[in-house]
């Protein structure tokens, strides 16, 4: 079948370097922002989260920056490894999913 | 463990043959959604509940039904299936209160003949 990763923007990153994945949103009142990962054959999975009186937040390896000034979030990876291979989606108060950004990492 | 659980993971089947693809979570949550995921589309909601018996419209509910008789479970009823639901679909759910993210299950990949 067909992989969701095609038609999608694709970051190609060397192991060990570090990833940064964008996402612009649309609604100047949503309060709620979730980064998910997909990867092959599977669902999305929920990675981190920021509410928007926040605007960094760190987890492990991945650290998520919002900007709601230009309604922009980002999400960082350090040291990214094989397995952070996936598609990326953006999500606004939950529901509204952005299209999704693809990973590859080069080993 | 928590999780949603989505049954068929792969249907080939033909225009017009009626069927159910299952999705059942054992986290007590009230919100349950499903969504078509197509390439260059990204995620589409065409269904959700917010509780039993309490279902609306997503995005993309043309061609499809879905029912809420018990709170863990949350079917996808194609009536008369065409081969423009060909897709990836997916189940998803979490709980009411505040900000919390989905749980999605592993997705049902249906090919319409």
């Known amino acids: 079948g067909e992989s969701v990763g095609l038609h999608l923007p694709t970051l190609s990153v060397q192991e060990g370097d570090n990833s940064i994945i964008n996402c612009a ?9 979730i980064w998910y990962k997909q990867e092959s054959g599977k669902g999305p999975q929920f990675i981190i989260d920021i509410r928007s009186n926040m ?5 492990q390896r991945v650290t ?18 094989p ?11 939950r529901l509204a999913f952005g299209k999704g950004n693809q990973v590859v990492v080069i080993p | 463990e928590a999780q949603v659980t989505q049954n068929p993971r792969y249907l080939i089947t033909v225009t017009g043959k009626k069927l159910t693809v299952t999705c059942s979570q054992n986290m007590n949550h009230e919100y349950m959604s499903w969504y078509r995921q197509d390439p260059g589309l990204g ?6 509940s917010m509780n039993v018996e309490v279902t609306d419209k997503g995005d993309v509910p043309e061609g499809y039904k879905v029912s809420r008789k018990e709170k863990r479970n949350f079917p996808l009823i194609l009536e008369s299936p065409s081969p423009n639901q060909t897709s990836l679909y997916f189940c998803a759910s979490n709980p009411l209160g505040g900000n919390q993210p989905q749980h999605f299950g592993d997705g049902t990949r249906l090919s319409i003949l």
């Open chain 1, 25 to 33: 949103y649309s609604n100047s009142a949503s309060d709620y922002f």
């Open chain 1, 83 to 93: 397995g952070d291979s996936a598609v990326y989606f953006c999500a606004e108060n």
């Open chain 1, 55 to 59: 605007d960094k937040r760190q987890g």
């Open chain 2, 43 to 48: 995620l589409r909601q065409i269904y959700y």
């Open chain 1, 64 to 81: 998520v920056l919002l900007n709601k000034t230009v309604k922009h979030l980002s999400l960082q990876i350090a040291a990214t490894q």
